[in-house]
């Protein structure tokens, strides 16, 4: 089985102390990418579509990602771009605040770049789609409406699309553009991992089940409700079920939380388990990732749940 994750990855800038640099790191992270990172260590066969500039940084990226398992072939590289970048703030909880420098991140142009007959042929190889909320928010009106289309056919081809909506006010003009844009790409997912909160932001659901009557009638073949320590949701043709984490966790750092989970999900669900039981594999994985700081765990302190 194969995956392909479409979305944007970043220079990580990561430091523990707010008012000295000297110590900070450089590193990568970005929702997708994450999430194709993780389920490659778990043993799915994954690919990225992305695109990065020319320069040290982007050929670096690429090293990075092959060295973690990620097939990359697909990986556009244009000139007079740069991989975008952010920094994060981590407060005393583990939650942590971004700060971003995209303005010439190349991934904004990556659907008006690449070819779309050709970028259909490469979907078409693969078994799983996965894609997110920040996806979408980076692109404009016009490269949304390819990558619907593409979605469209792809689903008909019987692919399963999944999506994470992974809402973020700041990359949208406003919150019925994302709205907007979140309902369209609906109608072709089979696989839909929101966290609750998102959608709280989102759409102003005031509980779980009201969001559980918003989506009722979506053509959604499970619907996973990541809810931080109070576990997940599972709603699929076979079972609604509460999936609680094993242990409370006090975290370092939550970068990556529900990418991982995702990651988690995904993998198990390819490895035969039930949608629930595939949850907590989620639960495993992100335990571990929200105890280091960062998006990447280091691949020697990672253990495999499957």
């Known amino acids: 089985m194969k995956l392909g994750a479409i979305g944007e990855c970043m220079l990580e800038i990561s430091h523990e102390n707010k008012l000295d640099f ?6 990568f992270g970005g929702d997708t990418l994450n999430t194709v990172l993780y389920a490659s260590r778990l043993g799915v066969e994954s690919y990225f579509f992305s695109a990065l500039g020319d320069d040290h940084y982007s050929n670096w990226l690429l090293m990075e990602w092959s060295s973690a398992g ?7 590289q ?7 970048i952010y920094a994060i703030e981590v407060d005393n909880h583990g939650e942590r605040s971004f700060h ?10 990556y659907l008006n770049a690449l070819d779309t007959d050709k970028f259909m042929r490469q979907l078409r190889e693969l078994d799983f789609i996965y894609l997110s909320g920040i996806t979408l928010s980076v ?10 289309n593409c ?6 081809l019987g692919k399963t699309i999944i999506y994470d909506g992974n809402y973020r006010p700041r990359n949208w003009t406003n919150t019925q553009m994302a709205i907007h844009w979140n309902t ?6 089979s696989w839909y991992l929101p966290t609750f909160d998102d959608e709280v932001m989102m759409h102003g659901f005031e509980d779980l089940d009201a969001l559980f009557d ?19 949701w599972v709603i699929s043709a076979e079972e609604k079920t509460l999936v609680a984490v094993e242990q409370a966790i006090k975290p370092v750092d939550t970068t990556a939380a529900g990418d991982s989970f995702n990651a988690g999900y995904i993998a198990g669900r390819l490895n035969g388990k039930s949608a629930s039981e595939a949850a907590l594999v989620g639960h495993k994985v992100a335990a571990q990732v929200i105890q280091y700081r960062g998006a990447i765990v280091d691949k020697n302190k990672f253990v495999n749940p499957l």
């Open 22 to 27: 000297s110590q900070a790191s450089l590193k």
């Open 70 to 76: 990620i097939q990359t072939e697909y990986v556009l």
């Open 184 to 189: 369209r790409i609906l109608k072709y997912v």
């Open 100 to 109: 971003y420098w995209r303005q010439q991140s190349a991934f904004k142009d």
């Open 139 to 148: 692109f404009d009106d016009h490269q949304r409406e390819v990558l619907c």
């Open 78 to 84: 244009l000139a007079n771009k740069l991989p975008g």
């Open 214 to 232: 918003y989506y009722k009638d979506f053509n959604i073949a499970e619907l996973v409700v990541k809810n931080g320590e109070s576990g997940c």
């Open 151 to 156: 979605l469209e056919k792809l689903s008909k």
